[in-house]
Structures are given as structure tokens and as C-alpha cells.
């Protein structure tokens, strides 16, 4: 029997073994604790313990399983809440309290929970992996599509069960495989978690992910299947952005990962999802959301198990044809995580201490998002939305500069703007979207024909106020001339009317992409009309002073996504003003 040679926080040495393949799951000490084989060599095996390793001694024996570290896929997934191994933490405080203990033995998924479900094949059918044999309503919105695991070759159905209640681990199907061997078909299946699951065709990125946030849809877009980092400093929002983005967008599911945040946050996400009532389906927000909480009191190798089986779910429901979306809050205490994890097993440090292999982890991390056709001939994406936390807000930092290097899409958050209630706090003149150009079409066919061209106009004055800005804070406002005075107030009224939203107002919180644009054309439509005034000699104070500034700010509150017929009069009522303004000059 193999036992512990040595001890070293989370890092397990077993001496004169071959018992163990590399990336092995194996149970460690008495308690048999769940770990991972995460290097082999002639004297050593090492061995990386994802639960805490308080009281564990030399000589306790170390047990292989014989597979890689796996997540339980199947019915049961949607509205709970796993650890980073996935482990169910309601389960778990039943049997252990609310402290969790270590070498808790739990099943990932209710074993006794039946299902209402509806076989889809045949025997006799040809079953080919990801294909779907059987279906069942996971939860009222979410219906759960049983499909052949990529691990298998495929096979002739030779039976299947009647429809009906069955549990997780209940046989539903058997098929005769290529070898002529029988495989019997539960309802759930196993994937090694590092391994990315693998589908027919990537497809082009040309569709937005909608989120209902003025700065994300239509300044900073991110496409579904597509990459965002939200990096900033303690304070500056990203959980509060990453919050938001989980209500509002337009995925079908949200995997939302607490990697090494605080409990407090974690509870938050708890209540306020279960709070929350989805718009699209008039039922609670957890009907389509999984949590995985890996709080930062808990082990912490755990943290960098729990991004892997975070991607792992959201690959799975996107191979069912759904679109997903991935909030991981935060990459960086994964990192960190990494980072320890190696210090402990003397490997040669890089910058600020981080492993070599740190960019090819995130970019492994990053590169499993996407669009794509399924192994089933169905459509389905997942979209990363990682929050990075850089000490003391420096962006130099490695992971958020290894990060940005993988990230199409970055939003960058200003303590400035948090500070002054600026939310979201994303800086325009930092962030930028690759996606612009994909998400043209889109835009132009299904919104407005010239949206692009009306979003890059707006861009545009933020652009120029950020070049008269440095002017300003030299000489002050007085030396500049009467265009580009009228420019900075027209920028104003794009950063406090557009870009700031108000997540508590009833029409501000989610705004459709209609408002979105019309709302842009209001601002130009100013600016063009206060421009015309200037020309025909209009004093630009009179323009500033005569009230339409204010009333463009607080349009997003007087105007409610239901009634946009109103901004027709709103830009009526501004020409007739203007008209005056410039007949008495």
C-alpha cells in the first residue's frame, strides 16, 4: 500500500511508487481526502489536496481511483451550489454542519431525486456521441438533453427503458458498442475536467451578448462565445458588474464561479438570485444559474480546481445547444493560487513570483469559451466574463497583463469613477471591444441601419473631450473657444446621461438596445442643433443655459423602455427651441 512521505500545506509527496498516472485522482490520508496527481517522477509522485490537510501525518495511505479528477454531469446541476470540486454545499452542511469537514463523502448530484423523462431513440436507432437519447425537465426553464459522452465510440440501441421517473444513476438506454460490448446509459456521465469537450465545428463570433448596460452594448460590445476581463482595484465594482451582467444578459444559463471571494459576497449572490424574478421568464433567476462558491477560507487548491469545473458545466449545457455565460470573480485570487501551489513545490519563480506557466493556464482557461456547432448539429456558446483584481489598481501587473493578451473585450474600471458614483465604473478611454466590426451587421440589420455609424459619432466626442480634457485641467475652460466648450457638454451629457446607469431605477437597470440607440440620436440631434445655433451666432452660455443639457441627462428616467414613441416629441419640442433660441439672438 502506498502512504504520505511528506507534508507540505496542500502539497502530498508519496516515495517508490508507480501506481499513479499523472492528473490521476487519488483519496489521501484516512479520511481520504480528494486530490490530484500533479507530477510523477523516478522517486516521487506528487500530489495536490484539495481539502484541507489539518491532522493528516506521514504513513497514512494514499488510494489511486484510476481516472482524472471529473465532474458528475447530469440532472440536477441547475439552481444548486457547489464547492470547487463539486461537492453540494447544501448537502453537505446537512451532513456536516455548517462547518464543512474534510474527507466528507458526498455525491455531486441527488442520487434519490427521480425525473420525469421522455426517451428519444429507438432500438435498433444508430446512437453517435452527442446525440441525444433522453430528455427531462431539470428545472420549469430548463429542459436537460442526455447525450451520448464523447468518451464513447457509439453503438446500435439495442433497449430502452419505458418514459417515466428515473434517477440519475437509473439505466435508460443500452446500446451494443463497435467492440460488440453492451453500454448501459444513465442519466448523468463523467468529464475530466481539464479536458475541454469537443464539438463539430467553431462557428463565426457576429452576435452580441445583450446585456441591458448602455456602455457594454453598444460602446464596449461583447459577442456571445466571446472573452471579457473586468480588471480594477478593491472598491472600483467588479462583482457589482459581474452581478449585473448575471441578471440581465441574454444567456440562456449563468455559471457563475466565486473563486477565493469573501462568503459575505458569495451570500449576496445567493440572495439576490433567489430574489430576483427573470424577465424572460417571469421565475426566480436560480432556474437558470449554477454556483460554484470557493470562498477564500476555504482550501486553496481548491480555487484552482473550481474555474475548471466551472468551464467543465458550461461546456456540457452548451453541447445540449444553450448559450452560456461564464462570470469568474476572480482569476486573479486563481493566480494567486497557482502561484502558492508552485512556491510550495520549489519551482523556479517568474514575475512577482507567478510560475512560468502562467499565461498558457489563462489562456487555456480563456480559449474554451466560444460559438459553436455541437457534436448534436446544434448551436450553442460560452461567453467568459473574468473579473481580475490587481493589487494596488496596477494594470502591469502579470495576470492582468497575461489576461489582456487572451481577452478580446476589456473593461477596465476606474477607482475615479467608482468614487464618484460613477457606476458602471468602466473606463472609456482604457477599455476597449474587438468585437466592433463582427457585430456590425448585427447591429445595422436588427436595431437601426446606421447604429455603427451613430455608436462611433458618440465615440467620438468622448474621444475629443478626453484631448481638451489635458487643456483643461492646464488653463481651465474659459480659453477654449465656443465649439469645442459646447463639445465638452455635449460629452458630459453622453458620460452622465448615457454611460452611468442606475441599477436600482425600474427603467434604468436594463435598457433595450431600441432606447439604447435612440437615445444617442436625442444626444446628436443636440449637438447637430446646438452646433447650427453656434453658427448663426447663438452665444454658447445661452446654449448651455437653456435647459436642454439636464433634460437629455435624465431622459434614460422620463422616457420608459415602453414608450419610446415619446422620444419623437422629445426631439420635436428641442428643434421648436432651438428655433427660438436662434430667432433671438
Known sequence: MDKIYSINGPVVKVKNTKSFSMLEMVYVGNRRLISEVIGVAEDFTTIQVYEGTTGL??????????????????????????????????????????????????????????????????????????????????????????????????????????????????????????????????????????????????????????????????????????????????????????????????????????????????????????????????????????LIANTSNMPVAAREASIYTGITLAEYYRDMGYHIAIMADSTSRWAEALREISGRLEEMPAEEGFPAYLPSRISEFYERAGYVRTLGGDEGSVTIIGAVSPQGSDFSEPVTQNTKRFVRCFWALDKSLAYARHYPAINWNTSYSEYVEELQDYYNGNVAPDFMAVRQEISNILVEENTLMEIVKLMGTDVLPDDQKLLIETARIVRVGFLQQNAYHKDDTYVPLEKQYLMMKAILRFYGLARKALADGVNVDKIIQCGWIEKLIKIKYDIPNDGLEQFGVFEREMEKDFAQLTEVR
Open 57 to 290: 501525518m506521514p504513513g497514512e495511505p494514499v488510494a489511486g481511483s484510476g481516472a482524472p479528477m471529473s465532474a458528475v454531469l447530469g440532472p440536477g446541476i441547475i439552481s444548486n451550489i457547489f464547492d470547487g470540486i463539486e461537492r453540494p454545499l447544501r448537502r453537505l452542511e446537512q451532513l456536516t454542519g455548517a462547518f464543512i469537514d474534510d474527507g466528507a463523502e458526498v455525491s455531486s448530484l441527488d442520487t434519490e431525486k427521480k425525473y420525469s423523462c421522455a426517451v428519444r431513440v429507438r432500438a435498433g436507432d444508430r446512437l453517435e456521441p452527442g446525440q441525444v437519447y433522453c430528455s427531462c425537465q431539470e428545472t420549469p426553464v430548463i429542459e436537460h438533453r442526455c447525450m451520448l459522452s464523447p468518451l464513447s465510440k457509439g453503438g446500435e440501441v439495442i433497449w430502452i427503458a419505458d418514459d417515466g421517473e428515473y434517477a440519475v444513476s437509473d439505466t435508460v438506454v443500452k446500446i451494443k458498442n463497435i467492440y460488440g460490448e453492451t453500454e448501459e446509459l444513465t442519466l448523468c456521465q463523467k468529464w475530466p475536467i481539464r479536458t475541454p469537450r469537443p464539438c463539430a465545428e467553431r462557428l463565426p463570433i457576429d452576435r452580441p451578448l445583450i446585456t441591458g448596460q448602455r456602455i457594454v452594448d453598444t460602446v464596449l460590445p461583447i459577442a456571445k462565445g466571446g472573452t471579457a476581463a473586468i480588471p480594477g482595484g478593491f472598491g472600483t465594482g467588479k462583482t457589482m458588474t459581474q452581478h449585473q451582467l448575471a441578471k440581465w444578459c441574454d444567456a440562456d444559463i449563468i455559471v457563475y464561479i466565486g473563486c477565493g471571494e469573501r462568503g459575505n459576497e458569495m451570500t449576496q449572490v445567493l440572495e439576490e438570485f433567489s430574489e430576483l424574478i427573470d424577465p424572460r421568464t417571469n421565475r426566480p433567476l436560480t432556474d437558470r444559474t449554477v
